[in-house]
Structure formats: structure tokens, C-alpha cells
Nanobody, 130 residues
Framework: QVHLMESGGGSVQTGGSLRLSCALS????????MGWFRQSPGKEREGVAF???????HYADSVQGRFTISKDNNKNTLYLQMNNLNPEDTAMYYC????????????????????????WGQGTQVTVSS
């Protein structure tokens, strides 16, 4: 089991920026892939950005060039820098990791299917107004 805690959400205007953080704790197995998902009311959970243990990143087309995923292994923290936000980015944002049995799977295998990620934070709300 992995404990995940997101922070950094808020309300911004179109064109604004936010930086989300996700603190990871209480895990004892190797995790090669971590990711950020988002979900807005009435829509399915969408994979936004993923990062492999070696630093390779993957992005959804809708955020490519605007969002940047990164991690600090010393702090056990995952980040999502979001720039040039627009109202379509409004959603609850979640960080996620796979369960132990899939911990050695790379992002290329796991993403963007949320069913392949078994550990989730409580989410942080991002609201972008026009």
C-alpha cells in the first residue's frame, strides 16, 4: 500500500499557472511509473502526465507543451507544473501509482489506463475561470 497526498490546487484565471505536489509515503516496493490523472463531473478519469523511474515523461495531447511532470526522489514527491491553464483544465487532479504487483511495469505499459493504477490520493481541485 502507498499513501499519496496531493496539494497545490486552487482557482486561477485563464492563462494562469499552478504547481501540484504529491507526497508519497508508506511504500516498500519499487515503483517505476507514477502519474497524474484528472476527472471532471460526468467525464471519465483521464491520464494527464506520467513519469518513469529514469525520468522519461509522457503527456496527454491536451496538455503537451503546457504541463510538466517531475519528481524529487529525495523528497518522495511528485510534481505537476501547469502553465497556460484554460477552463477545459478544470477538474479534480489525482496522483497515482501502480500496486505492488505492477510496480515494475513502465509507464509505456500502464498509461493512460487508470485501472492499472491501484493507489490514489484524495485529489486536489483545480478551477480555471475565463
Amino acid at each position: 500500500q502507498v499513501h499519496l497526498m496531493e496539494s497545490g490546487g486552487g482557482s486561477v484565471q485563464t492563462g494562469g499557472s499552478l504547481r501540484l505536489s504529491c507526497a508519497l509515503s508508506e511504500y516498500s516496493y519499487t515503483i517505476l511509473c507514477m502519474g497524474w490523472f484528472r476527472q471532471s463531473p460526468g467525464k471519465e478519469r483521464e491520464g494527464v502526465a506520467f513519469i518513469d523511474d529514469g525520468g522519461t515523461t509522457h503527456y496527454a495531447d491536451s496538455v503537451q507543451g503546457r504541463f510538466t511532470i517531475s519528481k524529487d526522489n529525495n523528497k518522495n514527491t511528485l510534481y505537476l507544473q501547469m502553465n497556460n491553464l484554460n477552463p477545459e483544465d478544470t477538474a479534480m487532479y489525482y496522483c497515482a501509482t501502480p500496486v505492488k504487483e505492477a510496480g515494475l511495469q513502465p509507464c509505456a505499459v500502464l498509461r493512460p489506463n487508470p485501472r492499472r493504477f491501484g493507489n490514489w490520493g484524495q485529489g486536489t481541485q483545480v478551477t480555471v475561470s475565463s
